[in-house]
């Protein structure tokens, strides 16, 4: 039984890797509560994320206007994590 349950982690890990994450830019049109983002991509599509854990930890404030790279989901492309705030 242990066998088949490691069979299948394998499979499951070689099928979707963590790594696969598009990366993005866009700017930040509204800030919602718990800290939610709704961004404005360079493309012209809208997107809801949140800020990444590092932003979090460091306390690093985002307020309207500024400019972020995100990265999207390939699975779900509406919705994103804040990974960097730029200048």
Do not use: C, W
Request: glycine share 10%.
């Amino acid at each position: 039984m242990l066998g088949e349950t490691e069979d299948r982690t394998e499979r499951f890990n070689s099928i979707l890797p963590k790594e696969d994450a598009i990366e993005v830019m866009g700017k930040v049109v509204e800030k919602f509560k718990a800290g939610m983002f709704s961004i404005q991509l360079d493309a012209g599509r809208p997107v809801l994320a949140t800020m990444g854990g590092r932003l979090r930890r460091n306390r690093i404030k985002i307020m309207n206007g500024d400019r972020v790279t995100l990265e999207l989901s390939p699975y779900d492309l509406t919705k994103g994590r804040i990974t960097y705030r730029h200048k």
